[in-house]
């Protein structure tokens, strides 16, 4: 039952329909913060976020509601900008095994409003 449940979030989570972020499964403590500028009937708000760990890789995703169009994603990766993960909600990450990464996924609008999804989990080795 583990592995359907690993194989079916991620798909679950990228098509949006978990709207509850203490269902997603994480070893790892994700936080998240929310900054918002933009009216009450627009805000942009954080409706999940996770990272799953397998082998030598995470696979991470974010999903919010709200917003002033154009909306945009942007992914980091310890630090630093990762532009192929731009203006995605579900990416798959690599990671050393043994070493903590850095996730932090920023979604902002038009209107200057912000949210903020991030974790550090421990990258595991081994078969997922």
Not at 8 to 16: E, N, R, T
Not at 38 to 60: D, K, P, V
Not at 88 to 100: A, E, L, S, W, Y
Not at 109 to 115: F, H, Q, W
Request: one cysteine or more; proline letters at 5%; hydrophobic letters at 45%.
């Amino acid at each position: 039952m583990r592995k359907l449940f690993k194989l079916a979030l991620p798909a679950v989570v990228a098509a949006g329909m978990l709207t509850a972020p203490g269902m997603l499964a994480s070893s790892a403590s994700a936080t998240a913060t929310a900054t918002s500028s933009a009216t009450a009937t627009s805000s942009l708000t954080l409706t999940g976020g996770g990272c799953e760990a397998l082998a030598r890789r995470f696979l991470c995703s974010v999903s919010f509601s709200g917003g002033v169009a154009p909306i945009a994603v942007r992914w980091f990766v310890n630090g630093f900008n990762v532009p192929s993960f731009d203006d995605r909600t579900f990416v798959g990450i690599g990671c050393q095994p043994g070493f903590r990464t850095d996730i932090r996924a920023v979604i902002s609008d038009a209107a200057g409003a912000s949210v903020e999804f991030r974790t550090a989990p421990v990258c595991r080795s081994g078969n997922p």
